[in-house]
Structures are given as C-alpha cells and as structure tokens.
C-alpha cells in the first residue's frame, strides 16, 4: 500500500469514528449499492452461481436496516450463507481470476455492510464499516485502471465520483438521525453510480 492510499485510510478511519454506529452502517450499505449491478450481469456473476442470490439477499437486509424496515433476513444466516460461498473445506478459497474476481469482491463488501449492521448495537462496527469502503475504493481503482477511457471530453475519473461521492453520504449522515428522509435520496445517488460503474466494467475486455 502507498503511503498516500494508508494515509487516506487513515483519515477515512477518522471520519467514521466521528459517526455513530449506525451512520457507519449507512455508509457501508451505500458502498455495497454502488457495486451491486456487478453481480446482475451474467458474465460476472456465470463463475459463482450462488453470488447473485447471496448479494441480493444481503442487500435486502441491509436496505431494510438503513431503512428501519423490519426484515426476516438475518446476519447469522447471511454470514454462514457467505462463507459457504469464499470457503472450502473451511478454508477461505484463493480469489479467482478473471471475471470470477469481480464478483469475488462484491461478495467481499457485502459480508462487511452486513457485519456492520450486526455491529450496531454494541457499536463495534467500525472496521467492518471502514473495510467496505476501502474495499469498494480498491474495486473502483481498478476498474478505472483496466477499463478504456470513459467517453466524452473531461469525464471524471471513476475515483473522483467515488471520493466525492462518499464525502456527500459522511456529510449526510453526519449528526443525523437515520432514516428515510435521509438514506433514500442517499441509496437513489449510488444506485446511479452502480450503472456507471456496471456499464464501465462491461467494456473491459471478455475475460477480465
């Protein structure tokens, strides 16, 4: 790691501090919306059958929470249903290549917003928190980095749209109380990223 990206994870670490638990939970849940078409296209998700489903279920979950919705889901069931997914023979799995990796790490962010909302209650939720949105960091980089540019004179980078994004949600959920009023308009904004990043991952090369 750069000293540059530590020392951004570092005052990412600090701002979330800064939150309340719940908050932090938020934010990992609209880090997993913007990755969450990822596993909608069949040529991601085609390695691992039982993502889709998985990330599905897990997002439900997490939505409801933000949302203060009641939900039969569970972070036990979710957890378990996970390692079923990264585990063999009780081991975690080495991360696949190609498409398959993709997928891989969208499964990775959404077991961290589920761990983060089973972690509001005693308010131990902040590293699951922070590894989603470094996570979802990582994963826009490298789209960034593989994929042709975006077209259009002066597009910005995928990075920009993240960091400015995520600035907008810590500001939002900052000293707020959670809830519809404010995590809808929240969840509408990263879904629209989710397409933007979809559609960016979709030019790379068949195989990648």
Known sequence: ?????????????????????????????????????????????????????YLRRALAYCVARMRQEVTDLGPRALRAEYEALVKVDGDYAEEPEGPAAWSTDVLDVADYAVTGWHGVEDGDNEEACLDALIAVDSFVDMVEEMSPPAAGKGAPPLT??????RSRDLE????????????????????????????RLLTLPRGQ
């Open 1 to 53: 790691m750069s000293t540059d990206a530590a020392g951004e994870d570092e005052r990412l670490r600090t701002e979330l501090g800064r939150v309340a638990p719940e908050a932090r939970a938020v934010l990992a849940t609209l880090a997993l919306r913007r990755l969450s078409l990822v596993v909608e296209e069949d040529r991601f998700a085609e390695p691992l059958p039982d993502a889709r489903p």
């Open 160 to 165: 920009d749209l993240e960091a400015v994004r």
């Open 172 to 199: 939002a959920v900052r000293g707020c109380a959670v809830g519809r009023t404010v995590t809808d308009p929240l969840d509408e904004a990263s879904l629209h990223l989710a397409h933007v990043y979809r559609d």
